[in-house]
């Protein structure tokens, strides 16, 4: 298995959760009991949680430029308008617009996934790069988040594939590698700096 084998393994098998599509932003999103509620058995406690994650945004290319930036967003959050006026100049038909229904508008590797996923939410210290999502007032637009955990390798695959897996998903390293091959692959996201 070779690793873009390995980025569309990952994306193949990924959780996918819907978010967003309300009049105002929960509170509690993407945290243990959020998860359970939305999406039962997809939760995986503990800190050793290694791998990728994505996440997507139905809206047009159009109204993602005009997305103005939040007063009291943090200045390592994300300028959402800013950045992805700056990537489509830059990328032009290479960014990222569609991979499945809705535009990947970010994609991330982490060592503990889920709780990445919740700083890019709730972003509340002026420490962290994240995106800030709760910042912005697009809780009635329609989003997503997937991710792929080391947890959700499949048994049923060859025992030399899945030690392959394992090994990248434990390796800081390994995962940007296929954080990377996959940008190179569908499109650099949106919202991604770096």
């Known amino acids: 298995m070779n690793l873009g084998t390995i980025a569309n393994y990952c ?7 819907p978010f967003g599509s309300t009049e105002e932003w929960e509170e509690k999103t993407f945290l243990k009991g959020w998860f359970c509620q939305k999406r039962p058995n997809v939760w995986i ?24 930036k939040p007063s009291d967003l ?21 960014v990222c617009q569609k991979k499945s229904q809705l535009a990947v508008v970010y994609n991330g590797h982490e060592a503990n996934v889920l709780s990445r996923i919740r700083a890019h939410f709730a972003v509340d210290n002026k420490f962290t790069g994240a995106l800030g999502i709760k910042k912005y007032g697009l809780s009635w637009a329609k989003w997503r988040i997937s991710f792929f955990l080391r947890q959700h ?30 940008r190179s692959k569908y499109g650099w996201p949106l919202f991604c700096k770096v």
């Open 74 to 94: 943090s200045e390592r959050s994300c300028d959402f308008g800013g950045t992805a006026t700056q990537n489509h100049r830059l990328f032009g038909r290479d």
């Open 153 to 182: 390798i499949d048994n049923e695959i060859d025992a030399q594939d899945r030690e392959k897996i394992v090994s990248i998903c434990n390796s800081k390293t390994g995962r940007i590698a296929i954080e990377q091959l996959w």
């Open 11 to 17: 994306w193949n098998n990924r959780v996918t959760v």
């Open 45 to 68: 406690g503990g800190s050793d949680r290694p791998g990728w994650y994505w996440f997507e945004l139905k809206l047009p290319l159009s109204e993602i430029t005009s997305i103005q």
